[in-house]
């Protein structure tokens, strides 16, 4: 079974506050994860990504962590900025795929409110 | 613009017709994906092809959808017999991939709406 789940559909913070985007997975074996962004009538954007050898990586506002053992991961961006609202996915390759053969989550909307 | 590009941005059709989208990658790049996605849904992976060869087909895509990629540039992708449930924003994406995790570049993306 390979899932890659966003329970949360939405979530508004405060300009200048943290956003934490949470993300759950079901198969062990995946190699990494990717974060994309997409804004209405445009496609996903790349944002950031992490191995799965690694627990943390950062990209200026933008931060993933990684726990393997809870099968968890998150995006911390700080500080939120209103441009950052928009729907984030959290993806995965499927095992036994090619590398573009993602997995999506639902994906998560996020409302920086000024 | 060097950007994935996509053509038609909309399309409505009746059921039964046939329809057919256009993608043109970032000319570098040797790969190419197409990926579907619903409302309220992430995008779900159909096809790849890496130049002209279409290496890899979900289980989603049923026999009436067909891709090509003849000259390892452009991609078409067609539907025959169009179905309601066919109706959804259909995404190219293209990529470089040079090791590593693979990051895709995505177009704007087809909308087609089946009534």
């Known amino acids: 079974d390979q899932q890659v789940k966003q329970n949360s559909p939405s979530l508004s913070v405060q300009e200048g506050r943290i956003s934490i985007l949470n993300c759950d997975y079901t198969?062990?074996?995946?190699?990494?994860f990717l974060w994309y962004k997409k804004y209405p009538a445009e496609g996903p954007t790349f944002l950031i990504s992490?191995?799965?050898?690694?627990d943390k990586n950062e990209d200026g506002r933008f931060t993933v962590f990684l726990n393997k053992s809870a099968k968890h991961l998150s995006l911390h961006i700080v500080p939120s900025q209103p441009g950052d609202s928009a729907v984030y996915f959290c993806?995965?390759?499927?095992?036994?795929?090619?590398?573009?053969?993602?997995?999506f989550g639902k994906g998560t909307k996020l409302s920086v409110k000024p | 613009d060097t950007g994935v590009s996509q053509d038609p941005r909309h399309k409505i059709t009746k059921r039964g017709q046939n329809v057919t989208f256009r993608c043109d990658p970032i000319?570098?790049?040797?790969?190419l994906y197409w990926y579907r996605q619903t409302l309220g849904q992430g995008p779900e992976f159909l096809t790849y092809?890496?130049?002209?060869?279409?290496?890899?087909k979900s289980r989603l895509l049923s026999d009436r959808f067909s891709a090509e990629r003849p000259k390892g540039s452009f991609s078409t992708l067609e539907i025959q017999r169009t179905e309601q449930g066919d109706s959804a924003m259909y995404l190219c994406?293209?990529?470089?991939?040079?090791?590593?995790?693979?990051?895709?570049?995505f177009g704007s993306g087809t909308q087609l709406s089946v009534l």
């Open positions: 000319s570098e790049h040797n790969r």
């Open positions: 992490i191995s799965s050898i690694k």
């Open positions: 993806a995965a390759p499927r095992e036994g795929g090619s590398q573009g053969n993602l997995i």
């Open positions: 198969n062990s074996m995946f190699d990494y």
């Open positions: 092809f890496q130049n002209e060869a279409q290496l890899e």
């Open positions: 994406a293209s990529s470089p991939f040079t090791g590593g995790s693979e990051k895709l570049f």
